[in-house]
């Protein structure tokens, strides 16, 4: 028997049924574990995955994803672009508003653009829009946020200038620092706008209530210009970190799906749950920053020697086992662009770890002399098995290593911080481009979390910016990238895949390379 809790509208209301399928009355309800608690649900303070699927529900930018995650018209409808690359014209959507009934303008764009590049907004997030003319400066303080390239022709026209060319402009629209938020609303209420009794949203769903470690509950907004083809009146997203409590939240009946699941219960799943688990290619790497500015991980003898020290294939293939590819380079195979060669890609494991040991030799380090660690992770049960996998593993190479685990929320802000020498991060792609991932690297980027610098890297990466060519581009990119392995920049581990758990009676869900499943392309089987 399946016991599943049902949440109506305006009241609580439990029911219990035999079966998973069971439909709350005249509501359609869904309940999907989001992996963690977000920090904000402001598009302009986001910055995890796991706030991108709430605030995923709740906005929609000038371009959208379809249920296959590739990008289609949003709030615009169709566009124009310079012969030059550099002009965007958007036409936006006619009739669209948001939830309290005032237009979705051209100038609410523009608003939201210099809102999160605004200095005093403090955007972690705000580097992702350097392509727009004068966004660097408009961010860094050197120019008005009226200086930047984006301006309304009219209230449903809206202009954005590039600073160069940029390839994959575009897919970065359906990015949700691009977003727009309501000038009004913002205006009246400031950062207090998001709360439930004040935000206003131009998405399927808006914000009814929000506890946090609870949950977030989102309901239809009637206002929505394709309100009529969704299927699901009310969605409740769960921190779920614990994938274990999760699992059994799941089989339950509490969940209808959950993003992520440990290894550890691939084994169970298979047997037990065939129908209810996913496992598809997914566009990120898993990788541990090294913190530079750390006195003994400032030597990049001692950064490489971690590196070498990782047996990345006994983590995926022994700790893992759900198809993960072991990462020789931080960049992951995308159509159009070959990863740069690792240092270590040929050698044996055994290679590996004597080359390591005689690289912590030359540091100064051996059996009586042994480098103290912390390595830091996020609460998961797949972190904990990892970082104690190689632990293990730097154990061989005289670093003694003390496990540090907080929240998701916690761990990423002192990552940003800089407050920790070793940690665990992942990035998944923002758009399908390796600048996506390499720009994690270059100086004063927020996300680079090592605090990592080399000024040829930079120099490399503003060539490619400027570069027209796609394949010229793209070798530029390798070179910059052969400089961060080489360096030891960071350890990366392995490539993503997504992991999935969805109940069988969940309709429309699409297994795509962003891992990207908003709930208005969903909908239940309650037959």
């Known amino acids: 028997m399946h016991i599943r809790k049902l949440v109506t509208r305006g009241a609580l209301a439990l029911s219990f049924t035999v079966g998973a399928a069971f439909a709350a009355q005249a509501q359609s309800v869904i309940h999907m574990g989001a992996s963690g608690e977000p920090d904000s649900l402001d598009p302009h303070f986001a910055s995890g995955t796991w706030e991108n699927r709430v605030i995923g529900d709740m906005f929609i930018g000038l371009l959208t994803e379809a249920a296959d995650g590739t990008a289609i018209p949003g709030a615009a409808t169709d566009w124009t672009i310079s012969d030059d690359g550099l002009v965007y014209t958007f036409d936006l ?18 608003f939201s653009l210099q809102r999160i590049l605004t200095p005093e907004t403090a955007a972690q997030y705000a580097s992702l829009l350097y392509p727009i003319a004068n966004a660097e400066a408009v961010n860094s303080g050197d120019a008005d946020p009226s200086e ?13 200038t590039l600073a160069q060319p940029t390839p994959f402009f575009l897919e970065l629209l359906t990015h949700y620092t691009a977003w727009p938020v309501p000038q ?11 709360r439930p009794e004040n935000i206003q949203v131009n998405g ?113 293939d022994q700790v893992l086992r759900t198809g993960e590819i072991p990462a ?5 195979p995308i159509p159009g662009y070959e990863p740069a060669d690792a240092p270590y890609e040929d050698m044996s494991y055994e290679d590996a770890l004597a080359e390591a040991q005689a690289l912590m030799e030359g540091a100064g380090y051996g059996p009586d002399d042994r480098l103290s660690l912390v390595l830091r992770y996020n609460t ?35 990552l940003e911080q800089g407050d920790f020498q070793v940690a665990r991060a992942g990035w998944i792609a923002d758009y399908p481009d390796a600048q996506n991932f390499l720009y994690l690297l270059e100086e004063g980027i927020n996300f680079n979390y090592g605090r990592w610098e080399n000024e040829e890297f930079n120099q490399l ?3 490619a ?63």
Do not use: C
């Open 93 to 110: 959507r006619d009739g669209a508003v948001w939830s309290d009934g005032e237009p979705v303008t051209a100038n609410d764009f523009v």
């Open 465 to 527: 910016m400027q570069t027209i060519d796609l394949e010229a581009r793209a070798e530029i990119m390798r070179e910059a990238e052969a400089i961060a392995l080489n360096d030891a920049a960071n350890i990366p581990i392995y490539y993503y895949v997504s992991k999935n758990l969805v109940a069988p009676h969940v309709i429309g869900w699409v297994d795509n390379t962003k891992d990207i499943h908003r709930t208005r392309w969903l909908s239940l089987d309650n037959s």
């Open 461 to 463: 990466m503003d060539e």
């Open 328 to 332: 020789m380079s931080f960049v992951p």
């Open 184 to 194: 009004h609303v913002v205006e009246e209420h400031g950062n207090a706008w998001v």
């Open 204 to 316: 399927p769903y808006i914000l009814q209530e929000w506890i946090p470690q609870t949950h977030v509950h989102l309901a239809r907004n009637d206002m929505f210009w394709d309100n009529d083809n969704v299927a699901i009146d009310e969605v409740y997203w769960y921190p779920t970190e614990d994938r274990s409590a999760a699992l059994r939240r799941f089989r339950a009946g509490e969940l209808d799906a959950n993003t992520d699941f440990a290894s550890e219960q691939i084994d169970f799943l298979r047997s037990e749950m065939p129908d209810s688990y996913r496992i598809a290619p997914y566009l990120g790497i898993y990788y541990y920053p090294i913190n530079s500015t750390d006195p003994a991980l400032a030597d990049p003898n001692v950064r490489m020697a971690l590196n070498l020290a990782v047996n990345r294939e006994a983590i995926t």
């Open 148 to 160: 930047l390239g984006a301006r309304a022709i009219n209230d449903d026209t809206l202009e954005i």
């Open 380 to 414: 998961s049960e797949n972190h904990r098995r990892i970082a104690v996998a190689i632990a293990s593993m730097w154990q061989q190479i005289y670093v003694d290593t003390e496990l540090f685990n907080t929240d998701v929320a916690v761990h990423y802000n002192d």
